[in-house]
């Protein structure tokens, strides 16, 4: 069992950045790629950004790339998502999430991931 706490969302000007983290309790942490998510009103979760166990490896959605940035910290069983140049579409409530399993095997598939956080906002006015 895994318990995941978002922290770092807030309000932001278009331009701006935020950090959020998301920090782990529980065992075998190192063990599960890593994964942000973000819903907006009345829109699907879509897949942001994910990381495997070791950090070795990122995936991201098209729209992110270039201005997000994924990493995780396994000796503080924490993961980050950096996001800068944010823009009003980003607004929307950001999940951290763990699964077993590499990232490429269904990294960007959110039925893939089993233990979700409560959730952190985000929100970039214009």
């Known amino acids: 069992q895994v318990q995941l706490v978002e922290s770092g969302g807030g309000l932001v000007q278009a331009g701006g950045s935020l950090r959020l983290s998301c920090v782990a309790s529980?065992?075998?942490?190192?063990?599960?790629?890593m994964g942000w998510f973000r819903q907006a009103p009345e829109k699907e979760r879509e897949f942001v950004a994910a990381?495997?166990?070791?950090?070795?490896?990122?995936i991201y959605t098209d729209s992110v790339k270039g201005r997000f940035t994924i990493s995780r910290d396994n000796a503080e069983n924490t993961v980050h998502l950096q996001m800068d140049t944010l823009n009003p579409e980003d607004t929307a409530v950001y999940y951290c999430?763990?699964?077993?399993?590499?990232?490429?095997?269904?990294?960007?598939?959110?039925?893939?991931?089993?233990?979700w956080g409560q959730g952190t906002q985000v929100t970039v006015s214009s």
């Open positions: 529980g065992r075998d942490f190192s063990s599960y790629s």
């Open positions: 990381v495997s166990w070791n950090g070795g490896s990122t």
């Open positions: 999430a763990a699964k077993p399993g590499h990232i490429l095997s269904g990294g960007s598939y959110y039925v893939a991931y089993i233990y």
